[in-house]
């Protein structure tokens, strides 16, 4: 079993694993469309994390960390990442392909919230920026989140033109502030 990371599973991985690996999976988009009330907010003032969804073009990828979860650990890892995941995301399989060129592509685990859940929230990338700007919650600051996945993601060396435009207009504001 592996399971994707495409927001803080990139850098906050807090279950076993035997193998890291990057890859990217199709026809899907990362985008800051989910808020979060019970990590990175509070229901008075909601934060933002990453969701993906459905693109248009089956083509497009969404690079991220996929991670080999143990026979014998999977069953505590799923419960663990259903609670964490508990904000209106949900268990779904899809394909990964491996960066890796001898891995062939396989069976993955994400998760993701759908449009029809209660926290999916769309909206513009300056009113995103505004909202991670400032919001924090039980788990910390809604910046500090955005700001280490923008790190991971370029360290990686991922491109990710949703991401850099809201890290662009969260800077501004910081700077303003």
Known sequence: MWVFGYGSLIWKVDFPYSQRVIGYIKGYKRRFWQASIDHRGTE????RVVTLIPSEDPEECVWGVAYEIPPDVQKNVLISLDYREKGGYVRTETVLHPEKPDMMPMPITIYIGEEDNPFYAKGRNDEIAEII???VGPS???KEY???LVSSVKTLGIHD???FDIEAKVQSIL???
């Open 133 to 135: 700007a400032s919001a």
């Open 146 to 148: 955005f700001f280490k």
């Open 44 to 47: 008075e003032k909601p934060g």
């Open 161 to 163: 033109s949703h991401l």
């Open 175 to 177: 700077d303003k502030a």
């Open 140 to 142: 910390g600051s809604n």
